[in-house]
């Protein structure tokens, strides 16, 4: 790329052709002129591929001088009227500043202006796309020496713009010797002639997230010179790194990160921690636990990481079930989208949050839930009570299983409510029924004490005398008509 700067205050080109080198390789050249009568000698002397001139200085001979002429024509102006604005279109100006020239934005019109010139040819050897891809696909022999050519290989976080990626990266005139290739999700990029090689990769990133909004990670391999194909492999494993770190990241082939094992499966300690944070409420004791998983340095294999976020979901999933809150359809919508989140993402830490943000809405629901079915809960208590108290087995664990609460919830609702405990409850339902049955049937006591849930004749006798006074006899000789 060829600039030349029609500019009046020579501080102004010193200052502007500093800046410009100070981002933009060594294939770029630089010519700055004060005088308009300069124009047409440096037109043709220097050939300029970007025109940046003072659309003040700008006359009917410069106009013809420069229609037709294959170059990029930036202007600005020090007094934004309307007739600058008028002879800035006629000259079909990619952009108009005004004055002072704001720098970030002179560099990214200029990194976004397609080439008008023949990419330089690789000095060590010249390929066709096919042969490259040859090269790639069925690992050729031949070796690419990185002292000549660097490999990189850049990702996009949005895989649909990888063709965009493309046609911008071979006509950006950031790169003098650049050959790219696009794949399905990454573009392979041959580079040669660079003395600021990463700064210019860098500034590949900053500029495509100001064009499209979206990221870039970039892989260069800095091994011992190998075949396309194996340059390619480490480059591509490398990557995988943005699981882990996300983007806007330049990651080295030597530089690899290292593994540690992690169980699939939850524990049963850390199911137990599951079900008891969710029953609690306690959003902090899920935050802890899920951001070991983003601890800095410390990374698990990928597909580890997301068989455990399934599990850890399963447990979400349960206690959802025990609410009812899959009838709730913003939240069986927002589950199904976390699942499918888990399983498919790039970035670790975007699951981790969202993973946050569904239970914190989880807990909410449930906590909205239980204040509307207070009553409820109890009441479905006393009803199995009522069904089941002939069973033996009967218990405060056996009943909130079938409401599909814990036992401790339902424990604290149920006295909350009835203003006894559960056992206490069930005691004085059995007594009753056992009253009825001595007072209206001749059943010997161990029977009546066997027919209203109680295995121990004895054990039946001493609840009956804390609740009655009386044991089971005297009460039926003294009650008895």
């Given at each position: 790329m ?16 500093w800046?410009?080198k100070n ?6 050249q ?10 047409e000698q ?11 001139l ?13 229609k037709?002429r294959?170059v990029?024509i930036i202007c600005?102006?020090?007094?934004p009227i309307?007739q600058h604005a008028?002879?800035a279109?006629?000259?079909?100006a990619?952009q108009?500043?005004?004055k002072?020239?704001?720098?970030e934005?002179?560099?990214?019109t200029?990194?976004t202006?397609?080439?008008l010139?023949?990419t330089?040819?690789?000095a ?7 042969r ?5 696909f069925?690992n ?8 000549q ?7 996009p976080?949005n895989?649909?713009?990888n063709?965009?990626l493309?046609?911008w990266?071979?006509?950006s005139?950031i790169f003098?010797?650049?050959t790219?290739?696009?794949l399905?999700?990454r ?7 660079q003395?600021?090689f ?17 990221f ?5 391999y800095d ?9 390619y492999?480490?480059a591509?494993?490398v990557?995988?790194?943005?699981f ?5 990241h ?6 690899s ?5 992690l169980?699939?499966l ?9 079900i008891t ?8 004791a899920?935050?802890q636990f ?6 800095p340095?410390?990374?698990y294999p990928q597909?580890?990481?997301?068989i455990?976020?399934?599990s850890?979901l399963?447990?979400i ?20 989208q976390l699942?499918?989140?888990i399983?498919d993402e790039?970035i ?5 949050q ?15 839930a239980?204040m509307?079915q ?15 108290y002939?069973d033996?087995?009967l218990?405060l664990i056996l009943?909130?299983?079938k ?9 604290q609702?149920f ?5 006894v ?13 056992a009253e ?9 006591i ?18 009956f005398r ?13 009650y008895?008509?």
């Amino acid at each position: 790329m060829r600039i030349l700067l029609l500019e009046r205050d020579q501080v102004e080109i010193q200052g502007i052709e500093w800046y410009l080198k100070n981002y933009f390789s060594s294939g770029m050249q630089f010519s700055g002129i004060t005088d308009a009568m300069n124009l047409e000698q440096m037109l043709h002397s220097f050939e300029p591929t970007v025109l940046i001139l003072d659309v003040s200085l700008v006359t009917a001979h410069i106009e013809k001088l420069l229609k037709n002429r294959p170059v990029h024509i930036i202007c600005f102006t020090a007094q934004p009227i309307f007739q600058h604005a008028m002879k800035a279109i006629s000259l079909q100006a990619k952009q108009l500043f005004v004055k002072p020239i704001p720098l970030e934005q002179l560099k990214s019109t200029l990194v976004t202006l397609p080439t008008l010139e023949r990419t330089v040819p690789f000095a060590n050897k010249v390929q066709t796309d096919a042969r490259m891809y040859v090269d790639l696909f069925l690992n050729s022999p031949q070796i690419i020496h990185s002292a000549q050519s660097k490999f990189v290989l850049i990702e996009p976080s949005n895989f649909d713009s990888n063709l965009q990626l493309y046609h911008w990266l071979v006509q950006s005139p950031i790169f003098s010797e650049l050959t790219a290739f696009p794949l399905q999700k990454r573009i392979l990029c041959l580079i040669s002639g660079q003395e600021q090689f990463v700064k210019n990769l860098r500034l590949v990133i900053q500029e495509w997230y100001m064009m499209t909004g979206d990221f870039l990670n970039i892989a260069i391999y800095d091994g011992a010179d190998a075949t396309l194909r194996d340059m390619y492999t480490e480059a591509k494993q490398v990557l995988t790194q943005r699981f882990y770190k996300g983007y806007e990241h330049i990651f080295l082939t030597s530089e690899s990160i290292s593994l540690s094992h992690l169980d699939p499966l939850l524990t049963p300690e850390e199911q137990q921690l599951w079900i008891t944070s969710l029953e609690d409420g306690n959003l902090t004791a899920v935050k802890q636990f899920l951001y070991k998983l983003t601890a800095p340095n410390c990374y698990y294999p990928q597909e580890e990481v997301r068989i455990h976020l399934t599990s850890v979901l399963a447990q979400i999933r349960r206690f959802m079930l025990k609410h009812h809150l899959q009838q709730q359809v913003k939240i069986e919508q927002h589950y199904r989208q976390l699942f499918s989140l888990i399983l498919d993402e790039p970035i670790l830490y975007t699951i981790v949050q969202e993973m946050i943000f569904f239970t914190q809405s989880v807990l909410t629901f449930a906590k909205s839930a239980r204040m509307q079915q207070l009553t409820d809960y109890s009441e479905l208590a006393i009803e199995q009570i009522e069904k089941l108290y002939l069973d033996s087995d009967l218990s405060l664990i056996l009943v909130a299983e079938k409401l599909r609460i814990t036992p401790n919830y339902l424990s604290q609702l149920f006295s909350k409510k009835q203003g006894v405990t559960f056992k206490r409850y069930l005691q004085q339902y059995r007594i009753q029924k056992a009253e009825k049955m001595l007072l209206e049937t001749d059943y010997p006591i161990s029977e009546i004490a066997e027919m209203n849930g109680f295995i121990d004749s004895n054990y039946f006798i001493k609840v009956f005398r804390e609740h009655t006074s009386l044991t089971p006899f005297k009460y039926r000789k003294m009650y008895r008509i």
